[in-house]
Nanobody, 124 residues
Framework: QVQLVESGGGLVQAGGSLRLSCVAP????????KAWFRQAPGKERDFVAA????????YYADSGKGRFTLSRDTAKNTVYLQMNGLNPEDTAVYYC?????????????????WGQGTQVTVSS
């Protein structure tokens, strides 16, 4: 079992930035795929971004390309999602997910471990 804890959400004005963090306390998950998904009110959960085991490959949904950037700090067991140029359509609960075996990084069904989510609200 891998526990994931997200942080960094909050309220920001349109055009602003936030950096979300996902940590696996007491657990090394450098050999896991790591991903972010988000769920807006009344909508399904959508893929945002993912990183492969080595961190050498990153995948982004079209909605975040050019604005969102994944990074990781293996010493801290933490993966980050830097979000710039936020707009109200980015308002959602953002979830961190991880799994050692992922066939499609954008498909949530492949991720067994999930965090509790962190709320991001972007005001216009």
């Amino acid at each position: 079992q891998v526990q994931l804890v997200e942080s960094g959400g909050g309220l920001v004005q349109a055009g602003g930035s936030l950096r979300l963090s996902c940590v696996a306390p007491g657990r090394t998950f450098s050999n896991y795929f790591k991903a972010w998904f988000r769920q807006a009110p009344g909508k399904e959960r959508d893929f945002v971004a993912a990183m492969n085991w080595s961190g050498g490959a990153a995948y982004y949904a079209d909605s975040g390309k050019g604005r969102f950037t994944l990074s990781r700090d293996t010493a801290k067991n933490t993966v980050y999602l830097q979000m710039n140029g936020l707009n109200p359509e980015d308002t959602a609960v953002y979830y961190c997910a991880a799994d050692p075996y992922v066939s499609d990084p954008s498909a949530e069904k492949y991720y067994a471990f999930w965090g509790q989510g962190t709320q991001v609200t972007v005001s216009s």
